[in-house]
């Protein structure tokens, strides 16, 4: 329910009232303050003692007010000439803006009863809350930026996968970026800059890449590879590039050879779209991704969405997408499937492949990912209860492919009854698996351990 003039006035100043004598700057700074907050309403012709002195002011007075305030804040608020006591007054009633909204250049927030300039690092919350990257408008982006070739894969893909449904075959580029929401007031939003442009990196030179290290330890680099392009070439061409950087070797099955990579590739495309989508564009620094020689690392920033904690990220929930346009159009493409199940689905394939879970660390500002090439890792056997001989032992055997009882003795130091009595163990439970006979006896690491 609306409150009277006298109730306002009665209450006072508050964090959604300001009471003026006059219209001047002050008024401007606290509509940006109330519509940057929570809205409000300022009654000028009242002093903040509560005093009625009304204004004086005339049909086209009050008409340059409304187009100052409107010319000077992008805003309109909604203001009308009150009457109290038989004076006039001016009441002005701002609501909640979807978009930040400013004044001469600085942003004002609403702090009890006072209008406050927003520091830098409540501009930058302000706008990561309150306003998508992806839908702010890119007005040197134009028709002829667009790649024509992977918008047709895209509707190719799309139409395939039933989730598309054109008017005709012949529909103007134009009107498929629009019926996709990439299109606002006429201008290209920077969602489809990145998924459909020609060189996202001329109008995003540093959000937009994907930087590939590989490592031998956290010194040694062995590559560094950067991928540019739009997202559908990124999300391929990353692929590619880490493919190229792992390895593979095959069975025969029937009179079929599969490949097996180090990581299951449905694992490894549902990381690369995870980075993509879920990214903070607002922040100026690439996605990494580091492989070494026993796991690779995923980094992107843009962490936990507003209001999901890990356990949550972790289990079933729902989809919060940073990125929603960009989510959708992944979504529609069929390279991400339903929105909220790709943690899931990265468990499941690593698990086919009897290799370890996802190790997931994620606060509000990062998401770190990590695959482990296999479960026997030094971390994982000492919380298994082996000791450090025995650790030892498996790491020579995962380096050189299979330990003797020799190699053991020699490795650790140890007596011919107690290398035995490791070594069994290791088989006992499922780490090591025995090979050969007699001389040729020897130890390798059990390729479907438990």
């Known amino acids: 329910m609306k409150k009277s003039i006298k109730q306002l006035i009665s209450e006072g100043e508050s964090q959604f009232l300001e009471l003026k004598r006059e219209f001047n700057e002050g008024v401007l700074k606290t509509i940006s303050a109330f519509a940057n907050t929570g809205g409000g309403t300022l009654l000028i012709g009242v002093s903040d003692k509560k005093e009625v002195i009304g204004i004086e002011i005339k049909d086209n007075e009050f008409k340059d007010m409304v187009d100052k305030i409107v010319d000077t804040l992008g805003f309109h608020p909604e203001i009308e000439i009150v009457r109290f006591n038989n004076k006039k007054l001016v009441k002005i009633d701002v ?66 996968k039933g989730r598309l449904n054109l008017p005709g075959k012949d529909v103007p580029v134009l009107n498929i970026l629009t019926m996709l929401g990439l299109v606002e007031n006429n201008h290209f939003t920077n969602a489809c800059v990145l998924l459909f442009g020609k060189n996202p990196q001329q109008f995003f030179p540093s959000v937009s890449r994907t930087r590939i290290v590989r490592l031998k330890d956290n010194i040694t680099v062995i590559s560094d590879k950067w991928i540019s392009g739009n997202l559908f070439k990124q999300y391929y061409e990353v692929e590619e590039a880490i493919k190229s950087l792992i390895n593979v070797r095959y069975v025969i099955k029937g009179f079929y050879r599969e490949d097996i990579w180090d990581y299951p590739l449905p694992a490894i495309r549902e990381a690369i779209a995870n980075a993509l989508v879920h990214r903070d564009y607002f922040e100026g620094r690439e996605i990494q991704i580091k492989i070494y020689d026993d796991k690779i690392w995923f980094n992107n920033l843009g962490g936990l969405p507003e209001g999901l904690t890990l356990e949550e990220l972790l289990s079933a929930h729902s989809s919060r997408p940073r990125n929603p346009l960009i989510a959708n159009i992944f979504y529609i493409s069929g390279i991400v499937e339903s929105l909220g199940s790709g943690i899931e689905r990265m468990r499941n394939a690593l698990k086919e492949q009897n290799l370890p879970e996802p190790e997931i660390k994620a606060n509000h500002v990062e998401f770190n990912l990590w695959f482990k090439k296999d479960k026997f890792t030094e971390e994982y056997l000492k919380s298994l209860g082996f000791n450090e001989r025995q650790i030892k032992g498996v790491m020579f055997a995962k380096n050189h492919g299979k330990i003797t009882n020799k190699e053991y003795r020699e490795l650790v130091n140890l007596s011919d009854e107690g290398a035995r009595l490791d070594l069994k163990g290791l088989v006992d439970r499922n780490i090591f698996v025995v090979k050969g006979k007699g001389r040729g006896l020897h130890y390798v690491i059990n390729e479907f351990g438990n």
């Open 95 to 160: 609501i909640k803006s979807l978009i930040p909204i400013k004044y001469k250049g600085i942003y004002y927030k609403r702090v009890g009863n006072t209008t406050r300039e927003m520091n830098t690092d409540e501009l930058l919350r302000f706008f990561r809350r309150d306003l998508r990257w992806e839908r702010l408008i890119n007005d040197k982006f134009t028709l002829n930026d667009i790649d024509n070739e992977t918008v047709d894969k895209f509707v190719a893909l799309s139409t395939a």
